[in-house]
Nanobody
Framework: QVQLVESGGGLVQPGGSLRLSCAAS????????MGWYRQAPGKQRELVAS???????NYAESVKGRFTISRDNAKNTVYLQMNSLQPEDTAVYYC?????????WGQGTQVTVSS
């Protein structure tokens, strides 16, 4: 069973940056696309960025131009570079497949944007 471990979250001031990492227990990123989701308190989980196996990326309008998804197949890791963070980006961030049968969700990593 694939295990996903997210890391890199923290407390950051508005306008700041963070880089999230998602490590998988086996090599899946070269085969399947992956995505970054987030869930804010009282809201549904939403997909904010995805990267296909061929490298094509997609972003939610709310993060387009600020977030960048990338991956390192050799390290079985997907990244989310987040710039110009705003309070509305505060959420727990998770990684998982953007479509199809999803893996068991990891614990996520908390991102808090506050002054």
């Amino acid at each position: 069973q694939v295990q996903l471990v997210e890391s890199g979250g923290g407390l950051v001031q508005p306008g700041g940056s963070l880089r999230l990492s998602c490590a998988a227990s086996i090599n899946i990123f070269s085969i399947y696309g992956m995505g970054w989701y987030r869930q804010a308190p009282g809201k549904q989980r939403e997909l904010v960025a995805s990267i296909k196996s061929g490298g094509v990326t997609n972003y939610a309008e709310s993060v387009k131009g600020r977030f960048t998804i990338s991956r390192d197949n050799a390290k079985n890791t997907v990244y989310l570079q987040m710039n110009s963070l705003q309070p509305e980006d505060t959420a727990v961030y998770y990684c998982n497949r953007p479509s199809g049968i999803q893996y068991t969700w990891g614990q996520g990593t908390q991102v808090t944007v506050s002054s």
